[in-house]
């Protein structure tokens, strides 16, 4: 049933049918559970968890139990996970809230980070008179630990690097970098935003090299609108948002205690479920970049199978935009994307295919589709057939 | 009828949008991702995507935003910064137009299904037994059909123009009527890629040296004042030139980059009697040579009499004020004035 809104919604979009999702790196649908969580939680009376009256109180312990709950996936303290907004609020906390804390001149990022601690580094820079370097990557987007190894000394303030990368699925070597970080900067704050891989890698073994750790609910079939962070006890930071004592003075403002809880659902339920979870997706990833490529229709693979997580099938499509093939699929009912956009909406050149050496003419014609939770066989199928359909219909020339 | 609408964010396109779905087609708004520096309107700004898609939203049809940055950098941007460095004054709106507009995003509505594109501009197509036919708008105030001019038989078959019978005015109180709430956003004036606090020369400086220059008469070659700017000036400008000594008001005739150096004469030094043009395009037959018709030589200029000759030289009927190279000059039937022939870039 759909409810009165005060405000101009189209009711005929809500709950229109997709026949073909393959855009989770963008966002996953809720899972069943944490939708029946959320049903019920949003049935409670809950105050505001600072207060003192009961309601409060009972708002407080739901906002602790999720804090517990993600502490405990993470093998970590409760009082070194802060809730927050988003994955992108966490990486700014990370890097703007440690930056003044530290004592050396120089952050290093991987080249191909996630805006939200590209844009966020080069303004901590900006703002401390520090450098920023950017570590390269290799053709499948890992970085080069050699080059790492050079850059790394004890003038390094920052180093951060993402777990798993939101455009072609690279997982990053954790614990060489957190070696290296030790050995040759043991000064240095290593951070990373690990909110592309709470479906695909084990959280449990980041805090042993890691200060810093950034977490999303939406890439886990979670809610938007709520993410954490996790710090170390030695990880010194400073608020970023002023004006009250919440989450230990450290992120100011009403938790989103509902939101917390269904994050830690996700992340809980995606953790428990990381091996039947890539025994399942898998094969489907390798069928659907399979189609595509042997249907001769200029698909290639981006970067090697075996670098990345099981549900990314990025492919660099030849000689058509991505916003056409996009906008074609969608006519198709198939929902995917390049990770790449900027805030009108269009494409942008992605800084990720330039860092892993794709030539400049195929910067706009990547195309990302990734898997998740509830991918079907039969969604692989109809989008591996639909993928086709379109490009031909694409390179048909009209005129 | 599949449409595809281009939507700038403006009250022109939105309403266009909205005169489509009424009559029956199937139409999605589209706004083109051009720029991505600073730019006060046109197809970059941020709210001007955001107007356009809120538009689409309040009449019912979909919406979509499509990069062209790169074809717009090639082929607009660069070749302006170019035109300048060499002298000429291009029009980039025309340009944009011809390419990008007219073709690239054309060929991709096409390549996505659609039937025709169709634009905000005022101007009437008219389909006839001889082909497509392009007229000047109802709102002469208003009409756009010189910067169409370069347009062809086979993009007029694909192209619809909405607006083409109707006043500025009816479109905006459409708009309002509808609840647009761009009813009353002002039209955009400048060109889409330059910001009106830093201008011209602020976009071009970070291109081109863009450097001094002196004002001399043509005649006695008496250095009369500089510029800061040369690169700048257009032939034709009195802005900047000093008046003479007995307050008579000077023009640029004449820029020498080379000599660094910028001529300027009486308002009757302008007059010429002929032009030169290249890329002549024709909307519908040729023109023969030796045929008068009306030239329009910018978008809102008054239009005079000439002879148009199938070798480029258009000889004027009265002297005319001198167009710069690099400028457009539009062709249209010697009657009526009504019917757009073709247009060409003028040479000298």
């Not at chain 1, 950034?214 to 993410?227: F, Q």
């Not at chain 1, 001769?296 to 991505?322: L, P, Q």
């Not at chain 1, 996009?326 to 992605?350: E, M, N």
């Not at chain 2, 208003?142 to 009816?170: A, C, N, T």
Request: aromatic share 6%.
């Amino acid at each position: 049933m759909v409810a009165d809104t005060t405000f101009d919604i189209n009711k005929e979009d809500l709950n229109s049918h997709r026949l073909c999702y393959l855009d989770h790196a963008a966002t996953s649908p809720l899972k069943p559970s944490v939708k029946a969580l959320a049903i019920d939680l949003l049935e409670e009376s809950l105050g505001n968890p600072t207060g003192a009256h009961s309601l409060a109180q009972r708002a407080k312990k739901y906002l602790e139990a999720a804090r517990e709950s993600i502490s405990d996936v993470l093998n970590v303290g409760a009082n070194q996970i802060i809730f927050c907004s988003s994955a992108t609020e966490a990486n700014n906390i990370a890097i703007l809230g440690s930056i003044s804390e530290t004592k050396g001149k120089k952050i290093l990022v991987s080249a191909i980070e996630h805006n939200s601690v590209l844009v966020t580094a080069r303004q901590a820079a900006k703002s401390y008179g520090m450098d920023l370097g950017l570590i390269p990557v290799d053709q499948d987007g890992l970085i080069d630990l050699n080059w790492l190894s050079d850059n790394l000394n004890p003038d390094v303030a920052l180093v951060s690097v993402m777990l798993v990368n939101n455009e072609i699925g690279t997982i990053q070597n954790i614990e060489q970098i957190g070696g290296l970080v030790r050995e040759k900067a043991p000064e240095a704050l290593f951070h990373s935003d690990a909110a592309q891989g709470t479906c695909w890698v084990k959280l449990s073994s980041l805090q042993k090299e890691c200060h810093l750790v950034s977490l999303s609910a939406h890439k886990a079939g979670g809610p938007v609108g709520v993410g954490a962070l996790y710090m170390s006890s030695d990880a010194r930071i400073k608020p970023v948002i002023f004006g009250g004592s919440q989450e230990r003075s450290l992120r100011a403002g009403t938790q989103n205690v509902i939101g917390a809880c269904l994050m830690a659902q996700a992340v809980k339920d995606a953790q428990d479920n990381l091996e039947p979870n890539l025994i399942r997706i898998k094969p489907l990833r390798d069928k659907l970049i399979d189609e595509l490529v042997k249907s001769d229709a200029g698909i290639r693979e981006t970067t090697s199978r075996e670098s990345k997580i099981a549900g990314n099938a990025h492919v660099i499509i030849e000689s058509v935009g991505a916003d056409e093939l996009l906008w074609a699929l969608d006519d198709r009912g198939v929902c995917a994307s390049t990770g790449s956009s900027c805030a009108s909406g269009a494409i942008t050149k992605s800084h990720v295919l330039s860092a892993i050496g794709i030539k400049s003419s195929d910067y706009l014609s990547g195309l990302r589709l990734t898997l998740g939770w509830s991918t079907t066989e039969e969604e692989v199928a109809y989008g591996a057939n639909a993928i086709v359909e379109a490009l031909h219909s694409l390179r048909v020339s009209h005129i | 009828m599949k449409v595809m609408v281009a939507m700038s964010g403006g009250v022109d396109s939105s309403v266009s949008a909205y005169l489509l779905k009424e009559e029956g087609f199937d139409v999605t708004g589209v706004t083109l991702r051009l720029w991505g520096g600073d730019g006060d309107s046109g197809c970059c700004s941020v709210s001007d995507v955001e107007d356009a898609r809120r538009a689409a939203f309040k009449i019912g049809i979909k919406h979509r935003v499509i990069n062209m940055a790169e074809v717009f950098d090639d082929f607009v941007v660069n070749p302006y910064v170019e035109s300048h460095k060499n002298g000429l004054t291009p029009n980039p709106c025309i340009e944009c137009n011809r390419k990008i507009k007219f073709d690239a995003l054309l060929k991709s509505a096409l390549k996505l299904g659609f039937d025709y594109l169709a634009t905000g501009h005022y101007a009437l197509v008219q389909k006839g037994s001889s082909g497509f036919r392009m007229l000047r708008a109802k709102d002469k105030d208003k009409d756009q059909s010189y910067v169409l001019s370069m347009l062809s038989q086979q993009q007029l078959s694909r192209l619809i123009f909405p607006l083409g019978e109707l006043e500025k005015k009816d479109v905006r109180e459409i708009a309002k009527q509808i609840g647009l709430s761009v009813a009353t956003k002002p039209d955009s004036q400048d060109v889409c890629f330059i910001h009106s606090a830093t201008g011209r020369k602020g976009f071009l400086g970070k291109y081109m040296a863009i450097s001094e220059g002196k004002l001399v008469d043509e005649r006695t070659n008496e250095v009369i004042g500089e510029t800061d700017a040369l690169e700048l000036l257009t032939i034709g400008q009195r802005k900047g030139v000093p008046a003479g000594k007995l307050g008579q008001r000077r023009f640029v005739t004449r820029v020498d980059l080379r000599e660094r150096k910028a001529y300027v004469g009486p308002f009757l030094n302008l007059l010429v009697s002929k032009a030169k043009v290249k890329d002549v395009t024709f909307v519908n037959k040729e023109i023969k040579s030796g045929t008068e018709i009306y030239l329009q030589a910018s978008a809102h200029g008054s239009p005079f009499k000439g002879v148009f000759f199938e070798n480029g030289e258009l000889i004027f009927k009265n002297p005319q004020k001198k167009v710069a190279p690099g400028q457009t000059i539009a062709f249209y039937d010697s009657v009526e004035n009504k019917e757009v022939l073709g247009s060409g870039v003028v040479l000298l």
